[in-house]
Structures are given as structure tokens and as C-alpha cells.
Nanobody, 124 residues
Framework: QVHLVESGGGLVQAGGSLRLSCVASGRTFSTYAMGWFRQAPGKDREFVATISARGLATHYAGSVDGRFTISRDNAKNTVYLQMNDLKPEDTALYHC?????????????????WGQGTQVTVSS
């Protein structure tokens, strides 16, 4: 059984920064791509960023490209999301996810395990 536990969310003013972390357990972390998705109230879950199994390839949603950075430490079974220049529209519950394979994906159905999420709230 895979478990994903996110942390690092909080309340921040517009223009501020947060770093999210997600610790995974249950299967060989370095074998699988990881992703971050977010869901705002009343909206569908949307793709934010993904990183391949070995961390050599990343991909971002257009709305966060240049502001967010995804990274991973396979020795610590942890994936990170550094979020800079936060905007009120970034307010959402952020979920960590583990892919079915080693290549990153922006498609929600390519992920088979999900964390409970960590709340990010950006005030204007």
C-alpha cells in the first residue's frame, strides 16, 4: 500500500513563497514519476507539475511555469514543490500523486496514488 503525506501549506500574502513536501512510502520511490495537482473550491482538480522517476525531466502548467519548481530526492522518498511569487488564484488544496510509470504526465488518470492534500491560501 502506497502512502503519500504532504506538508508545507499555509497562509501567505501575494508575492510570497511556500515549499511543499511530499513523503512517499510503500513501493520503490525512484521507479515512479511524481506529480502535483491542485483543486480550488467548486473547481476540478488540475495539473500543476510533474517530474520523471529519475528527476531528469519536468513539466509545468502554463499558469505556474516560471514561478513553481518541482524537484525530488530519491534517497529521502520525497518530492518538493517550490512556489514563488504566489498569487491569490494559486489558492487551492495541493495534492501529491504517484504515477503508474516512470515518465511524467499532466493527465490525472496516469496517477494511481494520491495524498490527502495540503491547503495553500494566498491573500491579496
Amino acid at each position: 500500500q502506497v502512502h503519500l503525506v504532504e506538508s508545507g501549506g499555509g497562509l501567505v500574502q501575494a508575492g510570497g513563497s511556500l515549499r511543499l513536501s511530499c513523503v512517499a512510502s510503500g513501493r520503490t520511490f525512484s521507479t515512479y514519476a511524481m506529480g502535483w495537482f491542485r483543486q480550488a473550491p467548486g473547481k476540478d482538480r488540475e495539473f500543476v507539475a510533474t517530474i520523471s522517476a529519475r528527476g531528469l525531466a519536468t513539466h509545468y502548467a502554463g499558469s505556474v511555469d516560471g514561478r513553481f519548481t518541482i524537484s525530488r530526492d530519491n534517497a529521502k522518498n520525497t518530492v518538493y514543490l517550490q512556489m514563488n511569487d504566489l498569487k491569490p488564484e494559486d489558492t487551492a488544496l495541493y495534492h501529491c500523486s504517484q504515477s503508474r510509470g516512470s515518465s511524467g504526465s499532466d493527465w490525472l488518470d496516469d496517477y494511481d496514488y494520491w495524498g490527502q492534500g495540503t491547503q495553500v491560501t494566498v491573500s491579496s
